[in-house]
């Protein structure tokens, strides 16, 4: 039983649940690629750019073009959530608790989504024949935020410089893009004249004090990014490995093109609602999921490490 359903017991606290404040689900899941598995582990096919070969005489020989084959390896990730409910507890309160616990499970397992999204976007992808070679994100595919002279939080700046990364990578301009970002970030983001400004943006960034689309990403936001460990120099003009300036427990936001992040999905969340006989028959409230996800392509993945200070 979780120890904490005291808490809506009617003499001191009243009727109704009341949930704490939490992300409600997943936040990344509608905007990536996704796929359903069966078994542990499936492997996602990809074929590389090809060149043509110029035609340089009559009746020459015709050209053998071999594309490039590769593929990345989704391994599936179990995640549970139970809690349980006496039937003393039940007589001491005024409601039936079952409904409000199913839906804390979902949200719980929702985050779980975007906890497996936010570590393939960083970490390691894993490709090869049998999925056994490990592919880390290129320094090329890194951008850290600065004004110019010092480290910064996210700005216009430095999102110009992620814009540019994409376009050099040739990514389609037609396929959705979007940044994860914390609070922090937005924060200073709504800052620059040129996100507040009228000129620059939409009016709603200025009426309610949000910013949803700038310079074609869509900005999401999570509290759930990891901070960058080890120190990690980048330069001036924000690139990642060369410079003198230390990026150690920056932030790592990211930007991606919708293809270039996968959630392979084996059971979607399914929950439970039973007696335990085991536990003197209290109910108890049961939730699972099974899912796994890479980083598709690295040129459609940015990873942008931010200043906290």
């Known amino acids: 039983m979780s120890s904490q359903i005291t808490t809506a017991f009617v003499k001191q606290y009243g009727e109704n649940v009341f ?8 936040r990344l899941a509608p905007h990536v690629r996704n796929e359903t598995q069966k078994g542990k582990a499936r492997f996602f096919d990809r074929i590389g750019k090809t060149d043509p070969v110029k035609k340089t005489s009559r009746h020459s020989d015709t050209p053998l073009v071999e594309s490039e084959h590769s593929r990345r390896m989704v391994t599936l990730v179990d995640y549970e959530w139970a809690d349980l ?3 003393q507890d039940k007589i001491r309160i005024l409601i039936s608790p079952e409904s409000e616990y199913a839906l804390a499970a979902a949200w719980s397992l929702g985050r779980a ?5 936010i570590a393939a976007a960083n970490g390691s992808a894993y490709s090869g024949e049998d999925g056994t070679t490990a592919v880390v994100v290129p320094a090329s595919q890194k951008i ?9 939080k996210l700005n216009v700046r430095t999102l110009r410089f992620v814009q540019e990364v994409f376009g050099e990578n040739d990514v389609d301009e037609n396929e959705p893009r979007f940044i994860c970002v914390s609070q922090k970030q937005l924060t200073n983001m709504l800052g620059e004249t040129e ?8 009016v709603k960034a200025l009426v309610q004090g949000e910013i949803d689309t700038f310079l074609g990403f869509k900005f999401i936001r999570s509290q759930q990014l990891v901070l960058r460990s080890g120190a990690l120099a980048y330069a001036d003009d924000g690139s990642v490995g060369s410079g003198s300036r230390d990026a150690n427990g920056h932030e790592r936001c990211f930007a991606w093109a919708q293809s270039g992040l996968l959630l392979s999905t084996g059971k979607d969340m399914q929950s439970k609602i039973s007696e335990r006989g085991d536990k003197s028959y209290s109910t108890q409230v049961y939730a699972c999921l ?11 993945v940015v990873e942008v490490l931010c200043d906290l200070g």
């Open 195 to 202: 996100v507040t400004s009228s000129d620059y943006n939409s």
């Open 290 to 300: 099974s899912i796994g996800a890479t980083r598709m392509e690295e040129e459609k």
């Open 19 to 26: 949930h704490l404040s939490q992300q409600k689900g997943s």
């Open 144 to 152: 850290g935020a600065s004004s110019g002279s010092a480290e910064s």
């Open 113 to 117: 989504k975007d906890d497996e999204l």
């Open 85 to 87: 409910i006496d039937d």
